[in-house]
């Protein structure tokens, strides 16, 4: 299984066997579902002009995402919103929130299950 660039994945688990290793599930893509360790990789510097060493450090290839609850988005408007419903929302006010957080819809990612959710609205509420 090859992995490519722009591959959504979320973590799974951080080190719980091995300390420096991510586990990640595929959610797009022809390998959805599968999971997928990410080793910590060495950077290592050649040794600069004057300074006589190199350095050393480890880090994940990975670029940082920030999540957070539909209702702690509430207010906030940000460039990019990837939304990520596993299961329909619980109320239509969600839906609504968590789709207009941005500017424009091309700045907006969906991620359902069969590319559908549902948006649950109770008549008996309104």
């Known amino acids: 299984m090859g992995m490519w ?18 586990q990640l599930q595929v959610i797009t893509g022809p390998s959805r579902g599968d999971d997928f360790y990410l080793p910590c990789l060495p950077m290592i510097t050649q040794a600069a002009s004057g300074t006589g060493f190199r350095m050393r450090r480890l880090q994940f290839s990975i670029r940082v995402a920030f ?13 990019y919103v990837g939304v990520y419903l596993p299961t329909p ?4 006010d969600q839906l609504y929130v968590s789709l207009s ?19 649950v609205v109770y008549p008996e509420a309104l």
């Open 67 to 79: 999540a957070m609850t539909i209702n702690k988005r509430q207010g906030q408007t940000k460039r």
């Open 89 to 92: 929302v619980f109320m239509h």
């Open 101 to 119: 957080r941005v500017g424009c819809a091309d700045a907006v990612e969906v991620l359902a299950p069969r590319g559908i959710t549902r948006n």
């Open 5 to 22: 660039h722009a591959t959504l994945k979320p973590i799974r688990l951080i080190g719980l066997y091995l300390t420096n290793v991510l």
